[in-house]
């Protein structure tokens, strides 16, 4: 879902922030380029927010297609003008936030079956009511298009969804095709609905409103021209369908060459609190040394400060900004790839992963390589920021780094241990003490590691493991290439084409779960999974995931997340905050930040002038 499409790239590329490559001359293009296209100023100010460099604003229809699947077209731009049903994300916590839904908490049917919605008094900027209809009007138009969702995955939603009806205008009713957790379908079904303005229901530009969503044909036609019109960026600001808005702001200013946009209230938000500020630019950065220049040169009231310009944090502090690390509630992990040839035989074994993990020495990497910023990771489900799935075993190592320990695992395997050489296999076959199924007489653990180029800390991490892994005898080659090229590499095997099956080990980036927001990990670790890059497929871990869809118990959740972390499907490595905010400190109202990347600039003014 979208944890995966989005938080592939767009994860890949916050992380490629940590390494800048810039000249200063691109500052001033850049860092003034939302000037260019600003509204006019009012009493309330302006707030500057940075972000991710190489990254920017292309998309604005909140159905959002794979291709421009990314966090700056959602979190940072569209949730700020449409928002979904159901806000997840309350003061700084990973929960719903029953304060910002559009609508109350879903009312289920005994057998749980049917979910019936009531709407809280919206309405859209053009004085329309936010009704059922409008909710019917955006399932509609994924059910024509599904395929086209970035969050689609076979079988789930809208695929479980039998039938949907508006009851009355403010009620509507979603009958799903068998009894499913509460909790599951609050947090990874009816999250993902937008409800969007009839309004919209149109064919072209000049063509009537209607009701041609009601048809598989017509909603077809509907989606396609509202797809053409929000991948026109330039006429963002311009374009009268994207003014009608039911969130805090809309669109004023678009600069199509730099992505930067500019933001300003929507006089009409039925919501609480109402912005304070008076314009909010979104600026776009071509690297994060041309960020880090903005910020210091006061032109940024809430951004980053890059991981290698760290020692410059107290130079920002007295230029007036607070440092505030920003975590979300994702992971980190290397995953394996369980049907490459060569490598299965090894990674097949569940020792040979345990003696890999604990050769990861993560509060190691913490300390030294993150400069104490990053979390060691244990298992599926993140330890930090607080949140209500992680699980007691989850919380405490079960692999704590042990050259020992890995040696020790080998030799009761049937291995020769040669530290500093190659480890070989001395006891083939299946039994007691013996190496394992595939594993030959004289054989020798060599596995390729691709990861993303340009990192240094990711580098220095890869390189700290492939340096413990040879106190035990097991080769790790290191290979480092650019992350769209790890990320058409470290896809899925398909035999028939051999797509996919070449690398061993990869790390994709980290798995941020949003709009999934509850953790329940089928799309990563069940067997054909959508993100189920590296073919792991466990009849018991199976279980346990339709566990969490079907049982609102957290049992069912611990269960799930303890096998998992257990049986190490991947390898656990720690996991770096999104970013390491600065904020003007008479910015009031931007703490705390969210644990599912959105933002609240409606809460925020300032209390004295801006540090620029």
């Not at 005898?473 to 899925?492: D, F, K, Q, Y």
Request: with cysteine.
């Amino acid at each position: 879902m979208r944890g995966f499409g989005r938080v592939g790239n767009l994860v890949a590329a916050r992380r490629g922030r940590l390494v800048g490559v810039a000249i200063l001359a691109v500052v001033a293009a850049t860092a003034g380029s939302a000037a260019a296209v600003a509204a006019p100023q009012s009493s309330g100010g302006t707030v500057s927010f940075a972000m991710p460099p190489a990254t920017g604003i292309n998309y604005i229809f909140p159905l959002v297609s794979a291709a421009n699947c990314s966090s700056e077209n959602s979190e940072n731009f569209q949730y700020l003008m449409y928002r979904p049903l159901y806000w997840f994300g309350s003061h700084g916590v990973a929960k719903v936030n029953t304060q910002l839904s559009l609508a109350q908490l879903p009312v289920f049917s005994p057998n749980g079956r049917v979910a019936t919605i009531h709407l809280k008094s919206y309405r859209w900027s053009n004085g329309q009511p936010l009704s059922a209809r409008d909710v019917i009007f955006w399932l509609n138009l994924l059910k024509a298009e599904k395929a086209s969702w970035c969050s689609y995955v076979p079988g789930a939603f809208p695929d479980n969804l039998v039938s949907y009806q508006a009851v009355n205008a403010s009620t509507v009713r979603l009958t799903f095709n068998r009894t499913y957790s509460r909790y599951w379908l609050l947090y990874n079904e009816l999250s993902q609905i937008t409800p969007i303005p009839q309004a919209w229901d149109k064919t072209s530009s000049h063509g009537a409103v209607g009701t041609y969503d009601t048809t598989p044909a017509g909603a077809r036609a509907v989606y396609k021209f509202l797809n053409t019109q929000a991948s026109t960026a330039s006429t963002f600001a311009s374009n009268p369908l994207w003014q009608v808005v039911d969130g805090p702001f809309h669109v004023v200013g678009y600069n199509p060459t730099t992505q930067d946009a500019v933001l300003a209230p929507n006089a009409q938000y039925s919501g609480s609190p109402k912005p304070k500020i008076s314009r909010l630019d979104l600026v776009a950065f071509t690297s994060d040394t041309a960020e880090f220049d903005a910020l210091r040169a006061g032109q940024i009231d809430y951004g980053y400060l890059p991981l290698q310009d760290l020692s410059q944090k107290a130079e920002l502090t007295r230029l007036g900004y607070s440092f505030q690390p920003w975590h979300i509630l994702q992971f980190s992990y290397l995953a394996f790839n369980f049907a490459n040839r060569a490598a299965a035989p090894y990674i097949h074994q569940l020792y040979i992963r345990q003696a890999l993990q604990r050769l990861i020495d993560e509060p190691a990497y913490v300390k030294t390589i993150d400069k104490g910023f990053g979390v060691s990771e244990f298992g599926p489900v993140p330890l930090q920021p607080a949140n209500p799935f992680a699980s007691s075993f989850e919380r405490h190592n079960a692999y704590p780094y042990s050259v020992a320990a890995a040696r020790a695992l080998l030799a009761a395997h049937g291995w020769k241990v040669v530290p500093n050489g190659l480890s070989r296999c001395t006891h083939p076959g299946t039994g007691a003490g013996e190496c394992g199924a595939g594993i030959r007489a004289g054989a020798a653990i060599t596995l390729t590691n691709l990861f993303q180029t340009g990192l240094p800390s990711l580098t220095a991490e890869m390189e700290a493991f492939q340096s413990a892994a040879l106190l035990v005898g097991i080769r790790v080659n290191l290979r480092e290439a650019p992350i769209n090229t790890v990320l058409s590499t470290a896809v899925p095997c398909t035999r028939s084409t051999g797509t996919g099956c070449g690398w061993q080990i990869a790390d994709p980036a980290p798995w941020f779960y949003a709009p999934d927001f509850y953790p329940s990990g089928g799309a990563l670790f069940a067997c054909g999974g959508g993100y189920n890059i590296g073919s792991w497929c466990d009849k018991t871990n199976d279980a346990n995931v339709l566990a969490t869809h079907l049982s609102s118990s957290p049992a069912a959740m611990f269960r799930y997340e303890n096998y998992v972390a257990a049986q190490l499907p991947v390898l656990w490595i720690p996991n770096q905050p999104w970013q390491l905010s600065e904020i003007a400190k008479n910015l009031k109202g931007a703490m705390p930040q969210d644990p599912y990347l959105n933002y609240y600039p409606e809460t925020w003014s300032w209390s004295g002038p801006a540090p620029h």
